[in-house]
C-alpha cells in the first residue's frame, strides 16, 4: 500500500466517524422537535470503537449490539435514509417503521441488531459464532454490549459456552464510564472488565477506545485470534459519551466540566483530524468530506419527514403470533 492510499484508507475512516456524529446531532435535533418519539440512545463521543472495529471486518463477519445502535448501522453501510426512516416509524424504515431506534437489522450488511433488553444480544452473538464454527466459513461475530451490561448474569453463561466450544467471537465491551446514571466504580467490583475473561480462559485486554487506529490494530488481533480456531476474545474499549443515557437523560450525575475535559482532551474525530494533517491532508479534503456528509445528512432527514407513515392494517405484519 502506498503513501497515498494509506492517506485514502484514513480519510475514509475519518469520513465514516465525521457521519455517525453528524447523523447522531440530527437525530437529536430531530428528537426535541418531536419528528422522533419513544427512547433514543446517541452515539457522540464512541465513533472511534465501531469505526475502528469495522475496519478489520471482512465480508461475512456479523455485528450484534445494544440498543446505542445507531453507529453500528451506518458504520456496516446501512443507508442513513432507511435508518433515519425507522428512527421516526415511517413505513421506509429498516423495520417498517415498526421498530424504532432499538430494533431494526440488515442481513444483506450481516448486521443483526441493536436489542433493547439489556444483554440479551450477547448470547445471540455467541449463537451467530456457533453458526460460523459449524459452517466453518472463518466468519467472526463482534457482539457488542456496555459497562452496565458487563454485569448480568447472561454475560458469563455465554463466556463459559463461548470458551468451552471455541467459538469465533469478539466480545467488545463498551465502556463509556456510565451504566446509565451510575459511574462503573460505583457499579462493579473491578474496574478492569476484560479481566472477567480469565475466569473462563478467555483472553483480553484494554483498549483506547477514543483513539481509532487503536482500536483497529487491538481487533485485528482479536479477530485473527478467533479466525485461528482459538476462541473468544475480549476487548473492552475504554470510551466516552458525550450525551445522557438517552435523550431523557439530562445526566446531571457529571459535571459539566469533566464531559468538557473529554471533548477537549480526548475527541476521537477532533484529533484523528489533527493526525491526518499532520500526515499531509489539506484542509480542503476535510472541507469536501464535511460538506458531503452535511448533504448526505440533510438528504436523510427530508426523505424521513417525507416519508408516509404504516397503514394501521401493518401492525400486525411481519410479526410472528
Known sequence: MTARELLDTYLAIYEKMLLIRRFEEKAGQLYGMGKIGGFCHLY????????????????????????????HMLSCGMDPKGVMAELTGKKTGYSKGKGGSMHMFSKSKDFYGGHGIVGAQVPIGAGLAFSNKYKKNKS???????????????????????????????????????????????????????????????????????DVLKVSKATELAAKNCRNGNGPYILEMNTYRYKGHSMSDPAKYRTREEVQNIKDKKDPIENFQKYLFNQGVKEDEFKKIDQKIKGSISEAAEFAIESEEPELSDLFKDVYL
Open 44 to 71: 457522540i463521543g464512541q465513533e472511534a470503537v465501531v469505526v475502528g472495529v469495522d475496519s478489520v471486518k471482512k465480508k461475512g463477519d456479523q455485528v450484534i449490539t445494544s440498543y446505542r445502535d445507531h453507529g
Open 140 to 210: 467472526v461475530c463482534f457482539t457488542y454490549f456496555g459497562d452496565g451490561a458487563a454485569n448480568q448474569g447472561q454475560i458469563y453463561e455465554t463466556f463459559n459456552m463461548a470458551s468451552l466450544w471455541k467459538l469465533p467471537v469478539v466480545f467488545i465491551i463498551e465502556n463509556n464510564q456510565y451504566a446509565m446514571g451510575t459511574s462503573i466504580d460505583r457499579a462493579s467490583s473491578t474496574l478492569k472488565l476484560f479481566s472477567r475473561g480469565q475466569a473462563f480462559n478467555i483472553p483480553g485486554q484494554l483498549v483506547d477506545g477514543m
